[in-house]
């Protein structure tokens, strides 16, 4: 049930929903100090190991809150709505969950509780939020916490030599280090494994064999034989910075020898990265979408794909959640949406259905995504 927040400290609050704008009207340093980068933190959970919790406010008075519930399970809870300041030093979230506040410190943020007070000194820092640095931008006469170090730095190198790659047919790319190797997977054809020195083993694409967050294919040839394992969890490669969704250890052996080497290191599948972009629905199986009266227009959506989300609405609804995307495919995870109603939702529950827990095929031509989930094809017309 959705808590009420009361503070008695201030005569009334005007519910954001009503307005454009904060009741409170702040100075705008204190503005672009709250909305400059996104804030993370690690709150205690009653009934889980610990919360993973990130906050991003955004200079139009709108958030994005996410959460993971550590030890059970790794989906992502997204919240959003409205936040507003309700004094120079104390700001509020009104969001489909439960309402939050926050004081803001000289450095911090940190959540008050139920009662809209501070939580005792010896737990206080539990609740403390801080900025990841690698998302603040500069701004003129603007000074952000230089001490403070981001929680987790997020690096993308060579996004041009990722793009040939998959252009080439690569769908998993991974590499290593001490000694220098790299693995190139085209799942329809056939797995490369490569090292400076020269030793390569190439062999046919085979099925994986999947057990929860672990991939695992064994392979062989004239040329040799090829275990590989990959595992879904953070990588950081160790001489270039460059951060990974996956773990990769390859057993290799050549034909002509007796014992296979191991080798570890990072990866990850690649996607078109034309498809980090916003789109907007041009058509759709079943609907002639230029008669279709829809209260935001054409359905449309941002692919983030160095979050790997989505978000946007369906002609109604704002729609976003978690994508996963390998080569041609996208899998959507379990879509969120606000809670509108409008007089025509029949092509708004069609996407729904189309995208919701889905695996679909992708492919981009001429500025023109075409997404195809079973009978159901959606042409999209880049407008970013």
């Keep these: 049930m959705k808590k009420t927040i009361i503070l008695s400290l201030f005569i009334a609050v005007v519910y954001i929903g009503c307005s454009s704008g904060p009741d409170f009207i702040p100075d705008q340093k204190q503005v672009q100090f709250v909305t400059n980068g996104v804030w993370l ?3 205690p ?25 550590k030890g059970k399970g790794d989906d992502v809870f997204v919240d959003e709505g409205n936040w507003v300041f309700l004094s120079d030093s104390v700001i509020a979230l009104y969001g489909m969950d439960e309402d939050k506040l926050f004081l803001i410190s000289s450095k911090n943020l940190i959540r008050l509780n139920e009662d809209s007070e501070r939580y005792e000194p010896s737990v206080e820092a539990q609740y403390m939020l801080k900025k990841d640095l690698s998302t603040v931008k500069k701004i003129d006469g603007y000074t952000t916490n230089d001490k403070d170090k981001p929680v987790k730095e997020k690096i993308e190198l060579n996004p041009e030599f990722y793009q040939k790659k998959f252009i080439d047919g690569v769908d ?3 590499r290593g280090n001490e000694p220098n190797w790299t693995l190139e997977l085209d799942l329809e054809k056939n797995f490369v494994f490569s090292m400076m020195e020269g030793f390569n083993i190439s ?8 057990d929860h967050d672990l991939t695992l294919y064994r392979t062989k040839s004239e040329s040799g034989e090829l275990i590989i394992t990959v595992i879904r969890e953070n990588c950081q490669d160790n001489m270039s910075g460059e951060n990974f969704p996956y773990k990769v250890r390859v057993e290799a052996k050549k034909s002509a020898d007796n014992k296979f080497q191991t080798f570890e290191g990072c990866g990850k599948f690649l996607a078109d990265l034309r498809l980090y972009d916003i789109w907007v629905m041009e058509e759709m199986t079943g609907f002639n979408l230029k008669k279709e009266k829809l209260q935001k227009g054409a359905p449309q959506f941002e692919f983030i794909l ?4 989505f ?7 704002n729609l976003f959640g978690s994508i996963s995307v390998s080569g041609d495919k996208i899998t959507f995870g379990e879509l969120s949406g606000t809670l509108m109603s409008c007089p025509n939702m029949k092509v708004e529950k069609a996407v729904i259905s189309a995208l919701n827990q889905k695996t679909v095929t992708y492919s981009i031509d001429k500025l023109k ?6 009978k159901t094809k959606m042409v999209f017309k880049k407008v970013d």
């Design 45 to 69: 959970c009653a009934d889980c190991d610990e919360i993973d919790y990130q906050l991003n406010l955004k200079d139009d008075y709108t958030f994005n809150e996410k959460s993971v519930y």
């Design 369 to 374: 995504l075409t997404l195809v989930s079973g």
């Design 203 to 210: 062999t046919p694409a085979v099925e994986g064999i999947k």
């Design 306 to 309: 160095s979050d790997m989300r």
């Design 311 to 317: 978000g946007g609405h369906a002609g109604c609804n």
């Design 41 to 43: 933190g690690v709150f």
């Design 172 to 174: 998993f790319f991974g």
